[in-house]
C-alpha cells in the first residue's frame, strides 16, 4: 500500500509545483520558469521518493514500465489510480489558491493550466501539430526515464536525467498545448475546467500512451534478449544498489590511497 500512497503524494507535488507555477507565477517566471518548477519538481521527488515506489507520478511511465516488464500488472492499476487521485487533488487545491486572490478565478474560463489544441491552445496550434509533439516528447520522457534507472546506467544520477528532460519536454510544448506528456497531468485541471478540457483529454491520454509504447519498444530494441521478471527486478534492485555503492566506494579508497 505503501507505493500506492507515495505515488497519489508524488503526482500531487508534480502537479501541484508545475500547474500551480503555470497557475499563479506564470506571468513572473515565464515558460522558462513553467518548465523548471516541473523538471525540478519531479527531479526531487525522483530522490524522495523513488526507493519506495520508483516515482512514476505518471501513467504513461507506468505503461512504458508495464510493457518492459518493470512493473507487475496487478501494480501498474494501482499506480494508475492512484496518479488520478493525486492529479485531481492537486488541480483542486489550486484552484482554491487562485480563487482565494483579490479578483477570484474560474476554471472554466481561465483554464487551470489545462492542455488543449486549436482555440484552446496557447499559440493557436492544430490537433496534428499537439498530437505528434505529444507522442514525440512521451516517447523521450518514457525512454529517459527506462534508460536512467536500468541496473546498468550510471547510479546516482536519475533524477537528474528524468527532471531535466521533462522540463525540456516543456521548453518545447508549453506554446502548442501547455504540455502534458502525463494523462494524470492533465485529467486533473481538466476535471474542474470541464467542458472543452475534458472534451479535448482524449488527445493526452492516447498520444501520451503512443509514446510511451514508442519508447519500450525502442528501450526492448536496443536491449535484446530475455528481460528480467518484474518481480525479480524488484527484489534485486536493492541489492543491486548497495553492491555498486560498495563498488564505488572501493574505487574512491583506492584512488585516496594512490
Not at 506554446?175 to 502525463?182: K, Y
Amino acid at each position: 500500500m505503501r507505493r500506492y500512497l507515495v505515488e497519489v503524494l508524488g503526482t500531487f507535488v508534480l502537479v501541484l509545483g508545475g500547474v500551480g507555477t503555470a497557475v499563479l507565477a506564470r506571468d513572473y517566471v515565464g515558460v522558462l520558469g513553467v518548465a523548471l518548477a516541473f523538471g525540478l519538481a519531479l527531479l526531487v521527488l525522483v530522490y524522495v521518493i523513488g526507493p519506495i515506489s520508483g516515482c512514476h507520478v505518471n501513467p504513461a511511465v507506468t505503461l512504458g514500465m508495464l510493457l518492459c516488464r518493470k512493473i507487475e500488472p496487478r501494480h501498474a492499476l494501482g499506480y494508475v489510480a492512484a496518479q488520478c487521485v493525486g492529479a485531481i487533488v492537486a488541480a483542486g487545491t489550486v484552484w482554491l489558491l487562485a480563487d482565494a486572490g483579490p479578483v477570484g478565478y474560474s476554471a472554466g474560463v481561465q483554464g487551470l493550466g489545462a492542455n488543449g489544441y486549436g482555440v484552446h491552445s496557447p499559440g493557436g496550434y492544430g490537433l496534428g501539430g499537439v498530437f505528434l509533439v505529444e507522442i514525440l516528447l512521451t516517447a523521450l520522457l518514457v525512454f529517459t526515464v527506462l534508460g536512467a534507472t536500468d541496473v546498468r546506467a550510471p547510479f546516482g544520477f536519475a533524477g537528474l536525467a528524468i527532471g531535466l528532460v521533462l522540463a525540456l519536454c516543456h521548453l518545447v510544448s508549453i506554446p502548442l498545448d501547455a504540455t502534458s506528456v502525463n494523462p494524470a497531468r492533465s485529467l486533473g485541471p481538466a476535471v474542474f475546467v470541464g467542458g472543452w478540457a475534458l472534451g479535448q483529454l482524449w488527445l493526452f491520454i492516447l498520444a501520451p500512451a503512443i509514446g510511451a509504447a514508442l519508447a519500450a519498444a525502442v528501450y526492448l530494441g536496443l536491449h535484446p534478449g530475455q528481460q528480467v521478471s518484474a518481480s525479480t527486478a524488484e527484489a534485486e534492485l536493492p541489492q543491486e544498489s548497495l553492491r555498486r555503492i560498495a563498488q564505488e566506494t572501493a574505487r574512491l579508497i583506492r584512488g585516496g590511497v594512490e
